[in-house]
């Protein structure tokens, strides 16, 4: 029931001395006090009030049960004050506020006993409790859920169906211009964002490729590789992901929560993996686990680099060689290949075996190993890359080893350090970056069902002469 406003504060002006009803006797003494009440929150249903202005003070009346002591029911106040005013209003609040009975006594010990019972009760307000606030709830809701395409076809008037044509670009459709228009206006003015989870299950595609890397550093050859594969393969609607196992790692891998369309290895995987992506869905493994394994043995990719430096070391009169070997073990099997093929190449020109030694610029024994190489009449080195070269050239600087008179060093990789070194390192540049697009062009084949022959691919080397030869 509504009534007009009542002021709270006027109840608070009880008298100051108490009464108590007449019996034959006399007047009857109070009852000792029970265990007051305590003190609550308590919160309204929107239905039980009204507001019909942001600085409304609206007035409930509730009976409630009449407390021990007291013959007649009084009427409970209860007070709602909106202290908001504008469009937007935030949750409401509510707190008991203690205050004597009204019409009663002035009793402390009566007052105090009743006081949770009886007392008047201001709800502090932050926003309306009323349609209005259920309302601002419905929209917020709304607000909060994704736009579907079924919203958007609800706006323009069309079917799903079309929605879906024009927000896919599905060719062969007739969609008139207006309509496309239309569409693709009404999705930017709703906030349409594609699911692309729903997407992937409703088309079996996820457009992701897993790129699974060995456990290697990421240097500046590899970086340029997977940028180039990256790029080319974004061009065509794909994101390539990479991961790395660890020996010691405890990830589950990332095909069994990406679902990617293909995966990629640079070597053939393990019968464990394979079938372990067989189980969550992948359908195209590379290299292909039907396929003879690949191995590192006699590809350009390695071989190619360590015979442009014999060869070029060879071209300047060295015949005296050794081979600066990084002392990473993550790349031993690599490092071992490249040493392998530069072997093969000093045999070939007639010159005597490479001195194979690990050089790091972190290593003291990395001066002792240079003087080793001048007792031995060693007068080139061919490093396993620009890292390593570097390393070696200042180890020979501080060893008191002219660079290039006395020993000349050659790099590989081309990389950044090896121009801003001083002196400036000699070394080999690879075609990393025609690699990275073969290895996204065989992809986007595997994913079209193009086969393609899978050999060692050629590489394009050239060396690029600078100070330090």
């Given at each position: ?33 029970s ?84 007392g ?24 909060q ?28 459709q ?30 079996g ?28 393969l ?9 991961s790395?196992?660890?020996?010691s ?36 493994i ?7 394994p ?84 060693v ?24 660079v ?66």
């Open positions: 029931m509504i009534s007009s406003p009542v002021n709270a504060d006027s109840h608070r002006a009880a008298p100051a001395r108490a009464t108590y009803p007449l019996t034959p006797s006399g007047p009857a003494k109070p009852r000792p006090p265990r007051p009440i305590p003190r609550r929150r308590v919160t309204l249903h929107p239905r039980h009030a009204r507001v019909t202005s942001p600085r409304a003070t609206t007035t409930l009346w509730r009976e409630p049960r009449a407390p021990q002591g007291i013959r007649s029911a009084h009427i409970r106040h209860h007070t709602v004050r909106s202290g908001v005013a504008g469009g937007h209003l935030p949750p409401a609040h509510t707190e008991m506020v203690p205050a004597r009975p009204v019409g009663h006594t002035a009793d402390p010990s009566v007052a105090d006993r009743h006081t949770g019972r009886f008047i009760v201001t709800l502090l307000a932050r926003a309306s409790i009323c349609t209005v606030g259920r309302q601002n709830t419905m929209a917020r809701r709304a607000s859920r994704r736009t579907t395409a079924a919203d958007i076809a609800n706006e323009v008037g069309v079917s799903r169906a079309t929605v879906g044509f024009v927000l896919n670009e599905t060719p062969g007739k969609i008139s211009e207006a309509t496309r228009s239309r569409v693709l206006d009404a999705a930017v003015r709703l906030g349409y964002r594609p699911h692309r989870a729903a997407q992937a299950l409703a088309s595609q996820s457009r992701i490729i897993l790129f699974v890397l060995p456990d290697w550093p990421v240097d500046y050859s590899m970086r340029r590789y997977l940028e180039e594969a990256s790029l080319l974004d061009e065509a609607g794909y994101s390539l992901v990479t790395t196992p660890h020996p790692g405890q990830a589950h891998p990332l095909w069994e929560s990406l679902n990617p369309d293909v995966v990629v290895g640079f070597s053939s995987f393990g019968p464990e993996d394979v079938a372990s992506m067989r189980a969550n869905g992948v359908g195209r590379i290299p292909s686990p039907e396929e003879v690949a191995s590192f043995r006699g590809s350009p990719a390695l071989t190619t680099g360590p015979r442009l430096q014999v060869e070029h070391l060879h071209g300047l009169g060295h015949r005296s060689l050794a081979f600066a070997a990084a002392p990473d073990p993550r790349i031993a099997a690599i490092v071992a290949e490249r040493a392998r093929a530069a072997q093969e190449t000093a045999r070939r020109l007639g010159l005597e075996t490479l001195d194979v030694r690990p050089v790091a610029h972190d290593d003291e024994r990395a001066g002792s190993v240079i003087a080793q190489w001048r007792a031995a009449g007068t080139g080195v061919v490093a396993y890359n620009d890292d390593t070269a570097a390393a070696t050239v200042s180890a020979a600087i501080r060893a008191g080893v002219s290039p008179a006395d020993l000349a060093v050659v790099g590989h990789d081309d990389s950044p350090l090896a121009a801003v070194f001083l002196p400036s390192i000699s070394s080999v540049r690879l075609d990393t970056a025609g690699l990275g697009r073969h290895l996204a062009q065989w992809v986007l084949d595997e994913v079209g069902g193009r086969s393609r022959p899978h050999g060692h691919v050629d590489v394009d080397a050239t060396i690029v002469r600078r100070e330090s030869t």
